[in-house]
C-alpha cells in the first residue's frame, strides 16, 4: 500500500459523506448499532493511532467536537500526519483498510 491510495480512500469517504448534514451522522449505521458520527470519529482515532505509533509519540485522545459535521476535516487532518510520519507499508494498508471498511458500513 502507499500513501496515495491512502489518500485516494479519504477523498472516496469525505466525498461520500461531506456534504451530510446532522441528521445523517446521527442515524445508526448500517447492520450496527453506533451512529455514523461514532463510526468516523472511532476511524479517526485508529488513524490518529498509527501516526502516534508511527512517530514514536504517545497517543492521544481525538477530541468529539460538538459539530459531526467537521470529522471530514478531522479524517483528512490525522490521514495527512500518517502520510508525513512515512509509516511502513503495512501500516498505511491498515489504514487504508480501517478507512474502507468504514466506508462501506457507512
Known sequence: MSAAELDRAVELLVRQVGHWQQPRWAAIATGGNASRADLVHKLVQEIANLAADA????????PRLDNDLALPDQL???????????????????????????????
Open 55 to 62: 512517530e514514536g509519540e504517545p497517543r492521544r485522545t481525538v
Open 76 to 106: 483528512r487532518v490525522v490521514a495527512a500526519d500518517l502520510v508525513a510520519a512515512t509509516p511502513a507499508d503495512d501500516v498505511l494498508a491498515a489504514a487504508t483498510a480501517a478507512v474502507t471498511a468504514t466506508r462501506s458500513t457507512l
